[in-house]
């Protein structure tokens, strides 16, 4: 986290020596660890020196439950509807997102839907922010969405992701952090790379087929219930412990 995450950037060099030596130590006694993605487990690896044999890759199920059953998404015209929640504006790229919804509406009309704290934004056509919500209300704005944008510059193992996939809802992200491992590209939606996100977004969803977007919206969904579900979790989790159990050389 240090040097991705704003909080955990420009820290001393003496906060870096004790971090490490706290994950060195805490390593020492800890059979096995369960990491919510790839990312997470090569940095045990790389800067801790855990062998990778015990580590469990097991990502989080979904905050808010989709309903059940979803509600088909209609493969029908009219404007793209682009989903952007932001819990924090500007590692969540909010400005990106504004650009990328700003080239597609000129072009399109294609309309953007802002959850979440914003900072004052000037009036925009085809743009709706209507702050923070309950998860109920969040849970339909995903439903009713074609598209969640998610450019962020860092992501650990964004819930928000693992949420929009569960309610069927495409997303288009940058590939930073832990996003890899919640997202499969051409079966939840789209992984770009970050000095490439506004260029490659606006030519992905400038020019798509919206039978081929009701397609990706069944192929995510069941994407989801396979592997980002907290029964998949639990799944892990036993795993993790058993093989914890079979081996007590650490």
């Given at each position: 986290m240090a040097g991705f995450y704003p909080q955990f950037s420009g820290l001393s060099q003496e906060s870096h020596r004790q971090g490490a030596r706290v994950e060195r130590l805490a390593a020492r006694n800890t059979a096995h660890y369960l990491v919510a993605s790839d990312w997470a487990r090569g940095s045990l690896v790389d800067e801790i020196g855990v062998m990778p044999q015990r580590i469990t890759v097991a990502p989080f199920g979904p905050a808010i439950t989709a309903p059940d059953p979803m509600p088909p998404r209609e493969a029908s015209g009219g404007p793209l509807e682009l989903l952007f929640?932001?819990?924090?504006?500007?590692?969540?790229?909010?400005?990106?997102?504004l650009r990328i919804h700003h080239a597609l509406h000129e072009r399109t009309g294609a309309r953007l839907t802002i959850v979440g704290e914003t900072p004052a934004l000037?009036?925009?056509?085809?743009?709706?922010?209507v702050g923070r919500v309950s998860p109920r209300a969040l849970s339909r704005l995903y439903t009713c969405a074609d598209v969640l944008l998610e450019p962020s510059r860092a992501n650990a193992s964004g819930v928000v992701i693992t949420d929009a996939l569960a309610h069927g809802l495409p997303v288009l992200a940058t590939d930073v952090g832990g996003v890899a491992t919640l997202l499969r590209p051409g079966v939840g939606g789209w992984l770009l790379p970050p000095d490439r996100i506004v260029e490659d977004a606006i030519s992905i969803l400038g020019s798509l087929d919206r039978a081929d977007l009701a397609a990706l919206s069944r192929s995510a969904s069941e994407d989801a219930r396979e592997r980002l579900s907290w029964?998949?979790?639990?799944?892990?989790?036993?795993?993790a412990v058993q093989a914890s159990l079979r081996d007590d050389q650490y």
């Open positions: 929640v932001a819990s924090d504006w500007e590692r969540k790229n909010g400005n990106t997102a000037s009036p925009m056509s085809g743009v709706r922010t029964s998949a979790w639990a799944d892990a989790f036993d795993r």
